[in-house]
């Protein structure tokens, strides 16, 4: 899988804007991406240096819009723990 295609987009919420402080931080990414290749996405796109990768897949919820139940796309997403004193800018102000 080509790296630009694994990162989707970064996730950026309370919770992981505490993360961040950590040194971690939160991406989703695509359905058959792995740990090598979410390490090898983060480094080459950032170019830092990535000490841990963990991944958890996430099921899509039934909601309903009117009568008709829909249901949302499983997701899959990447915490990934960077070598102590690196950053990644991910938006402007922090």
Do not use: W
């Not at 971690?24 to 359905?31: I, M, R, T």
């Not at 080459?44 to 841990?52: A, N, Q």
């Not at 990447?78 to 102000?93: D, F, H, N, W």
């Amino acid at each position: 899988m080509e790296y630009q295609k694994v990162l989707v987009r970064p996730l950026i919420t309370e919770k992981t804007t505490i993360l961040q402080e950590a040194g971690k931080y939160v991406f989703e990414v695509a359905k058959k991406a792995n740990k090598i290749s979410v390490k090898e996405a983060v480094a080459r796109t950032f170019g830092v240096t990535v000490l841990d990768v963990n991944i958890c897949r996430t099921r899509g919820k039934t909601k309903r819009y009117g009568p008709k139940p829909h249901r949302t796309p499983d997701t899959k997403k990447a915490i990934v723990t960077l070598k102590t004193g690196e950053k990644i800018q991910l938006v402007e102000g922090i």
